[in-house]
């Protein structure tokens, strides 16, 4: 069984699996299992998921642990994935794919890099320590919310997601550092006014 990854045998994984209590599953001969319905892994205090996943139907919930990765999360969920109140400092790892909701709020984010490309209901990463939001999701079906970050601020003063996304473009932000001239010409595309000061950055 040179092929699994994380785990010596079948066996091994079908013994998570019971513990978990994660069924109507089907393990690949890579070592994921895929899972026909939910898998509920809140709570435990792990630090890491105790099993590769590949494609869950459901819901996928791995928050109120104390997660510093993403590694094995599933490749795809049906409908919501929420790694909420975790330790993430990065979303490397996360599906590529969520039918309905990705939470990922009150963890120690710094980027959105590694978030899935489409999320067909709200993206949630309120509560971080978002300086930018450069690889947030390509498409999203409704809301996006990312108050309680730096990068809010500047967020706020564009008049839609497409256009505050539309704007990075620009690469203006350098961290906690705003550069003046390419936020002028980012603000005046979407004929906004530039504001005097920005709370959490500095202009250069």
């Not at 209590?21 to 690949?28: A, E, S």
Request: charged residues 25%; glycine residues 8%.
């Amino acid at each position: 069984m040179k092929h699994l990854k994380l785990f010596e045998s079948f066996k091994d994984i079908k013994s998570i699996c019971k513990k978990y209590d994660i069924k109507n599953y089907t393990i690949n001969p890579d070592g994921s299992v895929d899972v026909d319905g939910h898998v509920s892994l809140s709570n435990y205090r792990f630090a890491k998921l105790p099993l590769k996943f590949g494609r869950v139907s459901g819901v996928f919930d791995c928050g109120l642990n104390k997660l510093t990765t993403l590694e094995g999360s599933p490749r795809e969920v049906g409908l919501t994935f929420d790694c909420s109140v975790n330790k993430l400092t990065t979303l490397e790892g996360a599906p590529e794919m969520v039918g309905r909701h990705f939470n990922c709020y009150d963890n120690q984010l710094t980027t959105l890099e590694g978030a899935p490309r489409e999320v067909g209901g709200a993206f949630d990463c309120k509560n971080n320590q978002l300086t930018t939001l450069k690889g947030a999701p390509e498409r999203i079906g409704q809301s996006f919310l990312c108050r309680s970050n730096p990068v809010f601020n500047i967020y706020e003063l564009f008049k839609s997601h497409k256009d505050f996304m539309d704007s990075l473009d620009w690469d203006y932000i350098r961290g906690n550092k705003i550069v003046k001239s390419r936020f002028i010409d980012a603000c005046e595309e979407t004929e906004i006014e530039v504001p005097k000061s920005i709370k959490g950055y500095k202009y250069i």
